[in-house]
């Protein structure tokens, strides 16, 4: 088999057999096949697409291209959850521990956050003393004991897509909806859930800029999840605004855990209730949608959820008290208002916008090995469909430096009003099973 084969089939419009796509990611992963090749295929698979039996192969080649995690040991049905990238996305933080809570059980490989998307692990580390590197054994015995742990990736989890990614990136080759979906899915798929309920996000700052797109990459991704012998499932969620009320770390574990003593803002727990109820419904606990909603709910309520998430922060070596007492939480030195210059009704926040004036304060990284501080960050005051008078404060911003001026103002027009009422849309768009 030649590499340029392959090229000129895919450029040609053919579909691939699994034996060429093998062939192409070993040798691609073993350093056999050169990057000029790979970005060649890449930029011919963006321009003539693959059909799902070429998806769902070159998402299992990926998959076995490194380690898998072996969840078996782990009595009970294993849920997991993926979101697509957001702002203000503090979801894994409430929503774990609430499932945990209802008898599910979670074992979570995930990131950190770089550029204007936050990290569930660097949110997971402004808790004193969190662990977020546990062996394999320990993560295993923790969601044996308690339903619930959350960590990095460990060992070596699907490096033809740390390479096949580092590549697309510097070769016009991200967008493509075949490559996205394999991308995603073999990394979730390597980490060993039963089931997998994916966050896809659409409107500024997301990967996908409208909501046919989302949609099209959504049941790409829950078709290839079910060849793969997975219950996966997708909801659509939109980025018209971040999500909650706060963004950056320490604000955000705050938000998730005012959110467990049922003081969230009103988008974050939809989307929360409608999560849980559909991974309660995977995990057979549920026996429909409104009875997993119902079950949320309760432990929201009967204060479940919160008692789990700090057995769940204590299991990791962090300090719970931080979790009864969020007052513990350091606070950054200047704390900004940012005021509305005019009136009318808040239409739309651009979430790009407020996700770099976070990362600005200090609260994200624009490298990798940027240093973050946890304190920093931004509290939304005005949500979409609010009223704002003229010098009504809009945000308020929170950092350690200096020179944020600049950042005030981007913030102030993150804020985009109108002068008619704005109609609040439920955050959920589409439920894709
Ligand atoms: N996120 C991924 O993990 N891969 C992609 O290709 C795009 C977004």
Do not use: W
């Not at 590197?133 to 060992?155: C, P, S, Y």
């Not at 996205?180 to 996908?208: N, P, Q, R, T």
């Not at 962090?318 to 208002?337: L, N």
């Amino acid at each position: 088999m030649r590499m340029v084969d392959i090229i000129e089939k895919k450029r040609d419009g053919f579909a691939l057999t699994k034996q060429e796509i093998h062939f192409f990611i070993e040798g691609y992963v073993k350093g056999d096949i050169p990057d000029y090749q790979a970005s060649a295929l890449a930029m011919a698979i963006v321009f003539r697409g693959m059909n799902d039996e070429e998806i769902a192969c070159l998402t299992d080649e990926m998959m076995h291209s490194g380690d898998t995690i072996d969840l078996s040991s782990i009595k009970g049905v294993k849920v997991d959850k993926h979101s697509t990238g957001g702002v203000g996305d503090k979801t894994s933080l409430a929503l774990g521990p609430l499932v945990a809570a209802c008898g599910a059980k979670l074992a979570k490989m995930s990131g950190r956050g770089l550029g204007h998307t936050g990290g569930t692990l660097d949110k997971m580390e402004s808790i004193p003393g969190m662990r977020i590197n546990l062996t394999e054994e320990e993560f295993i015995a923790q969601v044996n004991r308690i339903g619930i742990a959350i960590i990095g990736q460990t060992g070596q989890i699907v490096p033809a897509d740390k390479k096949l990614y580092a590549l697309r990136d510097v070769t016009g080759t991200v967008e493509s909806i075949p490559l996205i979906a394999s991308s995603i899915m073999s990394k979730k798929l390597a980490s060993g859930s039963d089931c997998i309920l994916l966050d896809v996000k659409f409107g500024s700052g997301a990967f996908m800029k409208t909501l046919e797109k989302a949609k099209e990459l959504a049941s790409t991704m829950v078709r290839i999840g079910k060849a793969l012998g997975r219950d996966t499932r997708a909801i659509l969620t939109d980025m018209d605004e971040p999500l909650g009320l706060a963004v950056g770390n320490n604000l955000e574990v705050k938000e998730a855990i005012a959110t467990l003593k049922g003081e969230g803002p009103r988008d974050f727990v939809e989307l929360v209730t409608n999560a849980g109820a559909i991974m309660l419904e995977q995990a057979h606990i549920a026996s429909s949608y409104e009875d997993g909603q119902a079950r949320i709910t309760a432990a929201i309520k009967d204060g479940s959820g919160l008692r789990k998430l700090k057995e769940f922060v204590s299991a990791q070596g962090g300090d719970a008290s931080y979790i009864e007492h969020p007052e513990k939480f350091p606070v950054a030195s200047k704390i900004i208002p940012v005021y509305s210059e005019k009136e009318g009704y808040v239409r739309r926040i651009d979430s790009l916008a407020i996700g770099v004036s976070s990362m600005r304060l200090g609260g994200g990284r624009a490298t990798m090995d940027d240093v973050i501080d946890m304190s920093a960050g931004i509290i939304l005051n005005k949500k979409v469909g609010d009223k704002v008078g003229k010098g009504e404060l809009l945000a308020t911003a929170y950092t350690n430096k200096d020179d944020y001026e600049d950042v005030i103002k981007d913030i102030h027009d993150a804020f985009e009003l109108e002068q008619s009422e704005v109609v609040v849309h439920p955050i959920v768009h589409a439920y894709i099973h």
